[in-house]
């Protein structure tokens, strides 16, 4: 805890050691192994026989260690989450009328993905503890024509995948049995659910490798886990052009590439950020301690300010902490929220990001006029609430502390300001 004189003494004296986005832009760091792998595998593909191929062995290594790591029997790799979130909603084979239900508190990819293949967005409300997508709201809102859950691992924390597991086989479709449960864990790679790791439960986990994100292949690329092997099949056929490539086949690799009748396109990863993933993905439990750390420490500086509602781990869940959510009082929503992220930015240097208030308030046309009559009242407080100060592996303890010190500070300004 910080009290008034240590917060004054912070302030008065200290300062940030550099600044910080609200959303860093590199959300890991590089070492010298990472620029050591891009270089060896440029001279590698300095051939006209080899170049730099596609689906090489490098890729294969990549899929395989994610894999493993994860806990599933596959994994493929792509050119981004989005992409990612694009095949999965292909996957389904959505016809006129079907629905998807995904939380209102989200990044607006999975929304888009949704809508762009024809499924019919149905919002649900997020549990304002941990900003994932509420069981009880999703069940309430679950019809004949529900064909996914597609949910978000909120900011580092695992959604409660066997809850919507558990839902989806109460509530068989029709025709096609229970509904699918996606998990769009674009934010938290690396975190764990029930002493695995985000990626096992459900049809099929997307993952992020932006340059955001906890770890990173060279700005973009990402991963689909799962452990359907018709899914896999169908994956790697939306990757490349509609059939499997002979180094994606476990038992058939001497034999030619299997043709899938239904269209592909190009989503492949390239072999040089397969190399940096490979040593990112050793490196990824690493990068996630820091950022733990810094995370429990900022708690215990917060705690006794009773105006603010920390970040909640469930016991199930490991927290991978790529955003610190706060939310203020129920009065402060709004205005107030938004005058203390001005003061925190004016006076302190401290930048802030809302992630996220409901994709339908965010200014995204397509979602807002395919959602007309959708309001969610919960997931809208929250977003009217929340603000997440900058997290970052290689932040300063000195940092972190001043960046408590400046909220609790803000906190008692708002408040004199009553």
Request: with cysteine; charged share 25%; glycine share 10%.
């Amino acid at each position: 805890m910080l009290d008034e004189s240590r917060r004054k003494e912070i302030l008065e004296h200290g300062s940030l050691t550099k600044p910080w986005g609200g959303e860093p832009m590199l959300g890991n760091w590089y070492t010298e192994e990472e620029i050591e792998a891009v270089v060896s595998a440029i001279r590698s593909a300095m051939s006209s026989m080899d170049g730099f191929g596609f689906l090489s062995g490098a890729i294969a290594e990549f899929e395989q260690k994610f894999a493993e790591y994860c806990g599933t029997q596959y994994a493929v790799s792509i050119t981004s989450a989005g992409v990612g979130l694009d095949m999965a909603v292909i996957a389904l084979d959505l016809e006129p009328g079907d629905e998807v239900i995904s939380p209102a508190i989200n990044f607006k990819g999975a929304h888009y993905s949704i809508l762009g293949y024809g499924g019919t967005l149905v919002l649900c409300e997020a549990d304002p503890r941990t900003l994932n997508a509420d069981p009880s709201d999703v069940e309430k809102r679950i019809t004949p024509r529900t064909r996914a859950i597609l949910a978000t691992h909120m900011n580092g924390l695992s959604a409660p995948m066997d809850d919507y597991l558990e839902i989806a086989e109460r509530h068989p479709h029709p025709k096609y049995g229970p509904p699918k449960v996606i998990g769009d864990a674009a934010r938290s790679c690396g975190g764990g659910y029930k002493g695995g790791k985000i990626g096992k439960k459900g049809w099929m986990t997307v993952f992020s490798f932006h340059t955001m994100k906890l770890m990173t292949t060279l700005g973009e690329g990402g991963m689909l886990t799962t452990d359907d092997p018709q899914l896999v099949q169908r994956l790697r056929g939306l990757r490349q052009w509609g059939m499997e490539m002979p180094g994606d086949l476990e038992t058939d690799s001497d034999k030619p590439g299997t043709r899938d009748p239904r269209w592909g396109t190009n989503y492949k990863m390239t072999t040089i950020q397969a190399a940096v993933g490979l040593v990112q993905l050793r490196r990824l439990d690493d990068m996630i301690a820091p950022r733990v750390k810094l995370a429990r420490e900022r708690t215990e500086m917060l705690k006794d300010i009773p105006e603010l509602t920390l970040p909640y781990e469930p016991p199930e869940c490991d927290h991978a902490y790529y955003l610190y959510n706060i939310l203020v009082p129920r009065e402060w929503a709004g205005q107030k929220r938004d005058r203390l992220m001005k003061i925190l930015k004016e006076d302190y240097g401290v930048n802030t990001v809302v992630a996220n208030a409901p994709t339908y308030q965010q200014g995204y046309p397509f979602i807002a006029d395919h959602t007309i009559g959708q309001r969610l009242p919960i997931s809208e407080e929250i977003g009217a609430r929340l603000f997440c100060p900058p997290m970052h592996p290689q932040m300063p303890e000195e940092d972190n502390e001043y960046i408590c010190a400046a909220i609790a500070e803000a906190v008692e300004q708002i408040k004199v300001g009553e």
